[in-house]
């Protein structure tokens, strides 16, 4: 009776020999309580998840669902975590009996007793069972940890869906402003044309000097050159959208033009809603919650271990005396393991899950700070872009008017062909600003909706 209580109480004495609690680090994360932007706009309603079609191009759509479909880093994402979730079941499996089923046929020769060779045949057929019992609630720590990692995981392809999607509308984005700059420079050599047709005619007539027809014909080349390198750009970017859909190089549908497309107006909410808005975010906070629980595991590992096992089986001489009349075999049992010197590796062990855990602390840290200030750029270049773009809008109207009565002056004899190569130059730099500044603002507007997390939101 008294070795039995020593027995029992023998994993509490080594329990009191456990590891201490090693207390997170404080934090120094300080949520904003409102957006510095202007353009903020209060509490916003929550963001579709198919956001991008708030621009209103069903190319743009299309081309959106295609990269979400056959993106090869998605792909990565989604077969990792198919990983993780398997390793959620490898970890419960610890819960459960393990069961094996043995066959041991031995044909053996030996000396008998009376000095003559004695050859016997054995089969013996056993199922074992062993069972762990998890009073310290290793095994559940365990599960727990495998089941935060695979969370992880989800977050992980959830937030890279978000960046294909992203990158996919910013390129096509750009796509469409390079075609927008292609036809305008295309546009302009036709006028550069005729203005150097009319500057050669009134050369040849003596009515201007050859200065003023070489000036032409300069300005002529130097917005040829312009177009073959748009059309270079366009054909690189054209590559870059090809490989986010998965896609060979060719070129990529157009749907509505630059100045066609709308412009959302995401509300951006309140600080601390991005905190549920954003995968990466969700990820880092439960790649914590996983550090966490491994620690716990770690911490575990120094706490004994009890095993139960036991074992039924048959032996017999022959397969027909096995299957027929054997001799019943059994065994039932037990065992504690605990460490007694192992140099200090499971404590050291321990020590390291511990910075694993702060580590994943400070990471989720630095993503939460990462995303106010992602979020608070796309507000700030909203903002701006749009201010810039009344002005640019303004400057073009004006510089339009310029060029059409530096024009009828040099027609009529008024003014030299400088003042209207002046004009044509700040004409075309006027409209190239305004398209460039077009697509920086819806460029910026989905840099927005990356930043409010894009419609994701975790499962309840």
């Not at 004495?13 to 120094?28: N, R």
Request: hydrophobic share 45%.
């Amino acid at each position: 009776m008294r070795n039995t209580a020593c027995v029992a109480a023998l994993p509490l004495l080594l329990a009191a020999c456990a590891m201490a609690p090693q207390p997170a680090p404080e934090s120094s994360l300080q949520v904003p309580p409102a957006w510095r932007s202007a353009s903020a706009g209060g509490v916003g309603a929550a963001i579709e998840r198919d956001w991008w079609r708030a621009f209103g191009d069903p190319a743009l759509d299309a081309l959106v669902r295609r990269a979400l479909a056959e993106n090869g880093d998605l792909r990565i994402a989604r077969a990792r975590l198919q990983e993780y979730q398997a390793r959620i079941r490898v970890a419960e499996s610890a819960r459960l009996p393990a069961l094996n089923l043995s066959l041991a046929p031995t044909r053996a020769r030996a000396i008998g007793p009376f000095g003559t060779p004695v050859e016997s045949t054995s089969l013996v057929g056993a199922v074992q069972a062993s069972y762990e019992l998890d009073l310290f609630g290793r095994v559940a720590g365990g599960v727990e940890a495998a089941r935060f990692e695979a969370l992880s995981q989800e977050a992980a392809a959830e937030a890279a869906a978000l960046a294909v999607a992203a990158n996919t509308a910013s390129g096509y984005l750009n796509l469409l402003g390079l075609d927008a700059q292609l036809a305008l420079a295309k546009a302009t050599l036709e006028s550069r044309q005729r203005s150097f047709d009319l500057a050669r005619h009134q050369f040849e007539v003596g009515y201007s000097s050859r200065l003023e027809m070489s000036q032409a014909e300069a300005e002529l080349h130097a917005t040829a050159a312009a177009v073959p390198q748009l059309e270079r750009q366009i054909a690189l970017q054209e590559q870059a959208l090809n490989l986010l859909l998965g896609a060979s190089p060719g070129p990529v549908a157009r749907g509505a033009d630059l100045l066609a497309l709308r412009e959302p107006r995401p509300g951006a909410g309140l600080p601390s809603e991005l905190l549920r808005r954003r995968p990466d975010i969700a990820q880092a906070e439960r790649l914590v919650a996983a550090a966490d629980a491994s620690l716990a595991v770690a911490r575990d590992q120094l706490l004994p271990s009890i095993r139960l096992t036991a074992s039924v089986g048959a032996q017999g001489r022959s397969l027909s005396q096995l299957l027929g009349s054997p001799t019943d075999l059994w065994s039932i049992g037990g065992s504690v393991l605990a460490p007694l010197f192992d140099a200090g590796r499971l404590r050291a062990q321990a020590e390291i899950a511990g910075t694993v855990r702060d580590r994943a602390l400070y990471t989720y840290e630095s993503v939460v700070r990462s995303a106010f200030a992602e979020t608070e750029n796309a507000l700030a270049s909203i903002d701006g872009l749009q201010r810039q773009l009344v002005e640019a809008e303004a400057r073009r109207v004006a510089a339009g008017e310029v060029l059409r009565v530096a024009g009828n002056r040099y027609r009529n004899g008024y003014a030299s062909y400088l003042e209207e190569l002046d004009a044509q130059r700040t004409a075309f730099t006027a409209d190239l600003n305004a398209l460039q500044l077009r697509t920086s603002l819806l460029a910026a507007h989905v840099d927005l909706y990356r930043a409010l997390g894009g419609g994701w939101a975790p499962p309840r």
